[in-house]
């Protein structure tokens, strides 16, 4: 599926996250959660009206950081997919730690597989389930890439220690980049990375159903899926930082700045070999996404837990307790046009633009908060 506009990649973002248990909830991380989870469910647009009301200049230079990266690169919206796979990597460490602990390796497998059929089948049905012929159903796609890394990373967490868990998160980046690099792509006859033709194409053209064409490939393949799960393991490593009652807040925050502006650094030095791609998960973008996802945790702990300066975070804390149920009903009602029965047609012409774009996508962002609102109040959470 295209990733090619805006609006596209608004629908092609998944927010499935298994939560802790409330009495191991760190603010912190509920707030990044429910912060990821705004750009998917109207804030984006939001953001973007904002920018607008600047004029042309502004919306020229900042535009384009709500959009994918075309191929090569990386913007701020390209962030937001792999911060909910990092994140459901925390999760990890929070209930399969958890579960492990009370009802052994076996207790915490059932709870692993129940979650990730699932999710899995979630994301069959919000691309459209089996109304289309067998080929046509798309079998791979954000919801399912999250429910592969949570499976994944979570039989890793359940039988590694962190030194076995960091050898096999290197091993797969760097496995991941030779093949890229250096290993010739069929019907090329050399290594590739281009759009037409590179590795996680070819795979995909030969795997994946609904894929006949060599270049009609999917960014949530198969062969991509597999550095994804690199991305849920840094998350790990994250949550295991978090849970750790021996270190405080303050050097928390110190290890994970470094931490995360060392993965940065590494990851677009990476990228000058090779590079940085979201679309077939390159390990340079494994790396730059887990820094600046990082670094972003490292700036929420700083500002809500050990500053406590809180009073903008119920928003988030909202939208992140019910993030599955607002990206499901964004599926099956169309915010927008709800939107326009209240700021479209003639309030919209007589506001013009850009206050026109502005109060369409107020009214669209403020239904989806309203909603996250209601559900929070009455105590209507959707879980796995």
């Known amino acids: 599926m295209s990733e090619s506009s805006h609006n596209e990649t608004q629908e092609n973002q998944a927010p499935a996250s298994p939560v802790a248990t409330p009495q191991e909830r760190i603010l912190s991380v509920d707030v990044l959660r429910g912060f990821d989870m705004f750009w998917l469910v109207g804030g984006a647009g939001l953001v973007l009206g904002i920018i607008k009301l600047f004029g042309p200049g502004a919306e020229q230079l900042l535009a384009p950081q709500l959009e994918h990266a075309e191929w ?17 990597g925390m999760s990890l ?30 994301g069959v049905f919000y691309y459209g389930g089996m109304q289309h012929e067998l080929q046509d159903v798309r079998w791979l796609g954000v919801l399912q890439r999250l429910a592969l890394c949570y499976l994944f990373g979570g039989i890793i967490y359940l039988h590694f220690k962190p030194r076995g868990m960091a050898i096999i998160c290197a091993a797969i980046l760097i496995i991941y980049w030779l093949w890229l690099s250096f290993v010739p792509v069929p019907g090329v006859g050399h290594p590739s ?14 795997l994946l159903p609904g894929h006949p064409h060599y270049g009609t490939w999917d960014p949530e393949g198969l062969l991509s899926t597999i550095p994804s799960v690199a991305s849920c393991l840094l998350g790990v490593f994250a949550g295991l930082l978090i849970k750790d009652k021996s270190l405080s807040h303050g050097k928390k925050f110190i290890y994970l700045l470094v931490a995360g502006t060392a993965m940065v650094i590494l990851g ?3 990228g000058l070999q ?6 077939v998960w390159t390990s340079s973008y494994v790396l730059v996404a887990g820094g600046y996802s990082t670094l972003l945790l490292a700036f929420f702990l700083l500002l809500i837990d050990i500053l406590k300066i809180r009073f903008w975070v119920q928003p988030f804390i909202w939208i992140g307790a019910n993030s599955l149920t607002i990206y499901m009903a964004r599926n099956i009602v169309d ?4 939107g326009d029965c209240f700021v479209g047609g003639s309030v919209r012409n007589f506001l013009g633009e850009p206050l026109g774009y502005l109060a369409h996508v107020t009214a669209s962002f403020a239904l989806s908060l309203l909603l996250v ?4 109040k009455k105590k209507i959470f959707l879980r796995l």
């Open 274 to 279: 090779f590079p940085v791609i979201k679309r």
């Open 268 to 270: 677009f030095l990476w």
């Open 72 to 88: 090569e690169g990386f913007h701020f919206y390209d962030l937001i997919f792999p911060l909910f796979v990092y994140m459901i």
């Open 335 to 338: 915010f927008n046009k709800v």
């Open 373 to 376: 609102h209601f559900l929070y």
């Open 93 to 122: 460490t929070f209930s399969l730690g958890r579960l492990q602990q009370q009802k052994g390796t076996w207790g915490a497998y059932k709870r692993l597989l129940r979650r990730f059929v699932l999710m899995f089948l979630m």
């Open 193 to 206: 990375l281009t759009w037409e033709a590179n590795w996680a194409a070819y795979v995909d053209s030969i």
